[in-house]
């Protein structure tokens, strides 16, 4: 049975993550620290013979006794309200915890993939982003903490791809959605949706034209499972092409929820990425993938997840 390390494993994708490669036959190793993920995520496995959940922050030295085959480096705040909310912890979990888990791949010879983001390319000037544009990332920005953390992290990635011949992969992660998000994370999605549930009018930031791509949790989940297989060690973008405005996404959300509320605009937050879309012909090419899931169908699963929370969860107020 092959053994696999996951970070981050009680939020969102990392406990996606956990549930496919479960399904794959896999012996997975969950860890996490829970500064923003929660134990519901992956409650269900608790009796699970092939999972083991390891409580432990990345970013101190990490003892794992016995093989590893893969490690999916996943820990790391990814919303901007919380990167915003702990900076230090996240430009830590990016540079301190990437290295633990780099040397934890070289000393047991596992291969490494780490989840790496659209915000490296900042307030994009190429557009679609490919993989070979630099980014336009302001350093000292408010939401540099998080965006040269992964600058940092891919550095730190392919050096020891390099110097130590350690079999790693990079993942560009694009917006991504799906049932487990945090209600209270700020990402748009989860604003809108508990909004919508709570009578409340919808918040755009800015006059709405800012632009992003959606990709549904699934599909994601598959491009990486697919590049953590495949034998690609540069960057590669997955996310869903099918790009929008954030004030068209909001009259989507309200169609969707049937809400009466209105769309009411508040301030856009300092360098608020103007327009983002995934240019994915190098995971069509390399991987033959491509999202399946369109807009409508992930949305509706989405929202009936965020239905089905209880009033506690949906009132609940972390700001
Ligand atoms: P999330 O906040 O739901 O999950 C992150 C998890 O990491 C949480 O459970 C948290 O407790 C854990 N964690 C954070 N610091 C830790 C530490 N020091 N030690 C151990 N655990 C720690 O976020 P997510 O949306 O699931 O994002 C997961 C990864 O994917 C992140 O690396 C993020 O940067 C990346 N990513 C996500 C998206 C997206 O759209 N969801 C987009 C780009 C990149
Ligand atoms: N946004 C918004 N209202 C909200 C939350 C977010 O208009 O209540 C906007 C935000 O300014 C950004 C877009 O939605 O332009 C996506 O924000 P999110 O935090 O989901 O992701 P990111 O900015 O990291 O892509």
């Not at 432990?56 to 990167?83: M, N, Q, R, W």
């Not at 596992?110 to 993989?131: K, M, N």
């Not at 807009?295 to 506690?312: C, Q």
Request: charged share 25%; proline share 5%; glycine share 8%.
């Amino acid at each position: 049975m092959k053994k696999i390390l996951i970070t981050g494993a009680a939020g969102f994708l990392g406990s996606h993550l956990c549930d496919r490669f479960i399904k794959e036959g896999y012996q997975v190793f969950g860890m996490d620290n829970f500064i923003t993920g929660d134990f519901k995520n992956i409650s269900h496995l608790a009796d699970n013979p092939n999972f083991e959940f390891i409580d432990h922050d990345v970013t101190e030295f990490i003892d794992f006794k016995g093989d590893l085959d893969y490690i999916l480096h996943f820990a790391s705040p990814a919303s901007p309200i919380d990167y915003l909310k702990i900076p230090i912890q996240t430009l830590k979990v990016g540079s301190l915890g990437t290295h633990n888990l780099l040397g934890l791949a070289k000393a047991k010879g596992a291969r490494i993939l780490i989840a790496s983001t659209s915000e490296i390319y900042g307030d994009p000037l190429v557009h679609p982003q490919t993989e070979d544009y630099y980014g336009n990332v302001n350093t000292i920005g408010p939401r540099g903490v998080y965006d040269e953390a992964k600058r940092f992290q891919e550095s730190i990635t392919m050096a020891y791809h390099t110097f130590h011949g350690v079999e790693t992969r990079i993942v560009r992660i694009f917006n991504t959605y799906g049932p487990r998000m945090r209600l209270n994370d700020g990402r748009v999605i989860p604003a809108f949706m508990g909004q919508a549930l709570r009578g409340e009018d919808l918040t755009v930031f800015g006059d709405g034209s800012q632009t992003r791509s959606f990709c549904y949790v699934d599909d994601q989940v598959e491009g990486i499972y697919r590049l953590l297989l495949s034998d690609y060690s540069h960057p590669v973008n997955i996310g869903n092409p099918h790009e929008i405005s954030i004030r068209d996404f909001a009259e989507e959300i309200i169609k969707l929820t049937g809400t009466t509320q209105k769309v009411i605009y508040k301030d856009l937050p300092v360098n608020d990425p103007m327009q983002r879309q995934p240019d994915i012909t190098l995971a069509k090419k390399i991987l033959g993938w491509e999202p399946k899931v369109d807009r409508a169908e992930g949305m509706k699963i989405t929202f009936d997840y965020f239905k089905s929370l209880t009033e506690e969860e949906l009132y609940k107020s972390e700001h």
